[in-house]
């Protein structure tokens, strides 16, 4: 079955400790990115990647880093988490082929930060 | 840059339709899209429209574009409870790999 794996779903840390969201997807997909939703923001961009090892900001790419070492990963990292990070993030993938446009989206983390 | 707005919440009883509605900024658009987004899951894309067409038809689903005011609107007929959900209009623009999300409609269908 084709689709966009996440984990954790669920994650409840500290703030500082860092910590890594994982997001894979089956689909041999070039393209892929990370949001965030928030109530009343709707969905930002926080990265998203071209193909292996070409990465990219997006909107808000402020204390997040992404690696893209393999096609099929796309990890993001909160090397020092704060409040203002707890949301919902999302991962997605498309093919070059499709476009940006048609994004396969990962079922989501919640993540909070005390 | 380029904006998306939607209204925040829309109620509709089951059986009737439902029109969502979308304005965005960006004049280069090529194709706008609609996702869903039910409770508990990520996006689901529903369909989507080039830039040069007016409406496009699926089942249930109309898509009307407006270019001139640029306005978007996704008509659901016989509207289900299982329409419950979010519904984020998006905008791609013209040689360009970024999709502008909305801030997502909430539909709610009563009996």
């Known amino acids: 079955e084709a689709q966009v794996t996440q984990n954790p779903r669920y994650l409840i840390t500290v703030t500082g400790k860092k910590l890594t969201v994982t997001c894979s997807q089956n689909?041999?997909?070039?393209?892929m990115s990370w949001y965030r939703q928030d109530p009343g923001l709707g969905l930002r961009q926080i990265y998203y990647?071209?193909?292996?090892?070409?990465?990219d900001k997006g909107d808000v790419p402020e204390g997040y880093k992404v690696s893209r070492k393999e096609k099929r990963n796309f990890p993001l990292i909160l090397e020092s988490p704060s409040p203002n990070q707890t949301s919902l993030y999302f991962c997605?993938?498309?093919?070059?082929?499709?476009?940006?446009?048609?994004?396969?989206f990962g079922p989501g983390t919640r993540l909070t930060v005390t | 840059g380029e904006d998306v707005e939607q209204s925040l919440f829309l109620s509709v009883r089951e059986g009737d339709s439902s029109v969502i509605n979308c304005t965005y900024t960006?004049?280069?658009?090529?194709?706008l899209y609609w996702y869903k987004q039910e409770p508990g899951a990520g996006l689901q894309l529903l369909t989507y429209?080039?830039?040069?067409?007016d409406m496009k038809q699926d089942q249930r689903l109309t898509v009307l574009l407006n270019k001139k005011d640029k306005h978007l609107s996704l008509r659901i007929a016989d509207t289900q409870t299982g329409d419950s959900a979010i519904y984020f209009c998006?905008?791609?623009?013209?040689?360009?790999?970024?999709?502008?999300f909305g801030t997502g409609t909430r539909l709610q269908v009563f009996p």
């Open positions: 997605a993938s498309s093919s070059r082929l499709a476009g940006a446009g048609k994004q396969y």
């Open positions: 689909m041999n997909h070039e393209y």
């Open positions: 990647s071209m193909n292996v090892e070409v990465t």
């Open positions: 960006d004049s280069s658009s090529t194709y």
């Open positions: 429209i080039f830039s040069n067409m």
């Open positions: 998006a905008d791609l623009a013209f040689n360009t790999d970024k999709l502008i």
